[in-house]
Structure formats: structure tokens, C-alpha cells
């Protein structure tokens, strides 16, 4: 049924994927006010961890005076992990938990070299044009500034997810620097192409190409699998077995494993940080 494709940074089971919203088997898609009287009611450890392993690498490249903003905050989780008092929330909503409302993260309209570090979780693979949010931030952050990712791992079980949940998508045939064809649905901020960061951090040298005299990366790291999964999802939700702590950290060291040996096939997310140039 599937054709798998094979070369030497990704597996793929097919190129291109595309699924309408009335077929996502996700509940509460993308709806930050449920998911937040979710975790914040339940105190699910589940979503706790996952989003604790999401964050808390960040506040290594985050100086305690240092100025900076999330963009894409969606749900703004963040606030509870990163240590630094001056993060802002921003995204295109106007949701009350967020500092900034409104922002469109490719034209931000934020002072110039104005920041000290940008955080960006799992939103860069939503963005329509991804060379125009790079710029973007290279325009608003300052010299030797930081913009920090988490972004997915479009792995092979990944992939099989995507299928079983019909949430979001892939696309690995687009020119990911093309400025005249979109990514991800320009009127949709919540579709995503979970094909994107691959597109744009595989291959180096059409980084540094296309970024190279913006960015310079600083760590790049693979990490989650089964912590993931069975999270029961950030903002889109979905079943899960509830674990306590113990087991879960078991579960984090057995995912380490697993990405260790066979990233292209269990790994579901990677962390970079980026500094930007003169």
C-alpha cells in the first residue's frame, strides 16, 4: 500500500500527504482555551513531562536579563518552564494569556535588534513562507541573538501517526525557500507540513545558501518518541495511558534509545538553536 522512499537523511513512506480538517481524528483541535483549562485543571503528569522535555533545554541559552518572545505561543505552556522573567507570548490570536496578540511572526512589526532571543515550538512547519520569518527574526534580534527551535521529526512513525490521525501533513516535494508558492495554508495559521523542518535543516549547505549569512547553528539535538505519543496531546487531543513520573522518565531513557540508534524511523522531534550573524 505505501511505497517507501528511501535516501540517506529520511525514510518516507510516500512524498506528499494532505488531509481536510472534517477528517482529523484529533478532539479540540487547536483550541488553546480548552487546552489550557485542561492542563490546568487535570495536572496531567503525561502532558506535564512532555512539555517540561520541551522547554527546559531552552533556558540554557537564555540569560536571566536577557529579552525575548515566543512566537507561535499558541497555548503559552512556555511561561511555565523557561526561567526568564522577560519572555513575552505572542501569536495571531488575541487569546488573554498572551503579551502579544496579533502577531504574525513573518512581519512581526517589532523594533529592529530589539531582542536577545526568539523561541519558536512547533510553529515554524505552520508558517507559509519560512524565508520570510527567518529574515524577520534575523531583522528583530540583536547581534549574537539566539532563535530557539522545536520543531517535529517527520520520522517513520511519525509519518504512520499522521495517516492513523489525519492531522496536519507532509509535503517533501516543495521548495521550501520559494516565496511565491505557500508552505501551509495561508489562511489556516493552524494547518501544518510537518515536512517543512527537514526541508530547511537537512540539507546544510542549501541552509547556509539560503540562511547562511542570517544564522549560524549553534545545537541541534533528536529527541521524543513514546513521551510524545502518549502525551495525549499539546493543544490537539487524543487518548492516552495516564503514568506517573517514574514510569515516564522510564520511558524517556528507552525513547533515547530508540532515536540513538534509529532516529529516521522512531524519532519525532529535534531541537536547534540558531545565533544570528552580523
Same mark, same amino acid.
Given at each position: 500500500?505505501f511505497?517507501?522512499?528511501?535516501?540517506i537523511k529520511?525514510?518516507?513512506?510516500?512524498?506528499?500527504i494532505h488531509?481536510?480538517a472534517?477528517?482529523n481524528?484529533?478532539?479540540?483541535?487547536a483550541?488553546?482555551?480548552?487546552?489550557?483549562?485542561m492542563?490546568?485543571?487535570r495536572?496531567c503528569?503525561?502532558i506535564?513531562?512532555?512539555l517540561k522535555?520541551?522547554?527546559?533545554w531552552m533556558?540554557?541559552?537564555? !540569560?536571566e536579563?536577557? @529579552?525575548?518572545i515566543?512566537? /507561535?505561543a499558541? $497555548?503559552?505552556?512556555?511561561?511555565? #518552564?523557561?526561567k526568564? =522573567?522577560?519572555?513575552?507570548l505572542s501569536?495571531?490570536?488575541?487569546d488573554?494569556?498572551?503579551?502579544?496578540?496579533?502577531?504574525?511572526?513573518?512581519?512581526?512589526?517589532l523594533e529592529e535588534?530589539?531582542?536577545?532571543?526568539?523561541?519558536?515550538?512547533?510553529?515554524?512547519?505552520h508558517?507559509?513562507?519560512?524565508?520570510?520569518?527567518?529574515?524577520?527574526m534575523?531583522?528583530?534580534?540583536?547581534k549574537?541573538g539566539k532563535l530557539i527551535?522545536?520543531?517535529p521529526y517527520?520520522?517513520?512513525?511519525?509519518?504512520?501517526?499522521?495517516?492513523?490521525m489525519k492531522?496536519e501533513?507532509f509535503?517533501?516535494?516543495?521548495?521550501?525557500?520559494?516565496?511565491?508558492i505557500p !508552505?501551509?495554508?495561508? @489562511?489556516?495559521?493552524w494547518? /501544518?507540513n510537518? $515536512?517543512?523542518p527537514h526541508?530547511? #535543516?537537512d540539507?546544510? =549547505?542549501?541552509f547556509?545558501?539560503?540562511?547562511?549569512?542570517y544564522?549560524?547553528?549553534e545545537?541541534?539535538?533528536?529527541t521524543?518518541?513514546?513521551?510524545f505519543l502518549?502525551s495525549?496531546?499539546?493543544?490537539?487531543?487524543t487518548?492516552?495511558l495516564?503514568l506517573n513520573?517514574f514510569?515516564?522518565?522510564?520511558?524517556?531513557?528507552?525513547?533515547?534509545?530508540l532515536?540513538?540508534?534509529f532516529?529516521n524511523?522512531f524519532?519525532?522531534?529535534?531541537?536547534?538553536?540558531?545565533v544570528?550573524?552580523?
Open positions: 500500500f511505497k517507501i522512499y528511501i535516501n529520511m525514510l518516507r513512506i510516500i512524498k506528499k488531509f481536510s472534517d477528517e481524528r484529533m478532539n479540540s483541535i483550541d488553546t482555551k480548552i487546552a489550557r483549562k492542563y490546568y485543571s495536572k503528569k503525561n506535564e513531562f512532555l522535555k520541551r522547554f527546559s533556558n540554557n541559552f537564555i !540569560k536579563t536577557d @529579552k525575548g515566543e512566537v /507561535g499558541g $497555548a503559552g505552556f512556555s511561561r511555565d #518552564f523557561i526568564n =522573567k522577560n519572555l513575552k501569536d495571531m490570536s488575541n488573554d494569556h498572551l503579551d502579544l496578540k496579533n502577531i504574525d511572526a513573518q512581519n512581526t512589526k535588534e530589539s531582542l536577545d532571543f526568539v523561541i519558536a515550538s512547533n510553529m515554524i512547519h508558517i507559509p513562507y519560512p524565508i520570510k520569518f527567518f529574515r524577520e534575523h531583522r528583530i534580534l540583536r549574537d527551535i522545536f520543531e517527520c520520522s517513520i512513525i511519525l509519518q504512520i501517526a499522521t495517516f492513523i492531522h501533513g509535503d517533501f516535494t516543495l521548495n521550501v525557500w520559494d516565496e511565491k !508552505k501551509s495554508e495561508e @489562511k489556516n495559521s494547518h /501544518g510537518i $515536512a517543512v526541508l530547511i #535543516f540539507d546544510k =549547505k542549501k547556509d545558501e539560503n540562511l547562511g549569512k544564522f549560524k547553528f545545537y541541534e539535538n533528536l521524543e518518541c513514546l513521551v502518549n495525549g496531546g499539546v493543544t490537539s487531543k487518548w492516552f495516564p513520573n514510569f515516564l522518565n522510564i520511558l524517556h531513557n528507552f525513547d533515547k534509545i532515536i540513538k540508534f532516529p524511523i524519532c519525532l522531534g529535534r531541537r536547534i538553536v540558531l544570528k550573524k552580523d
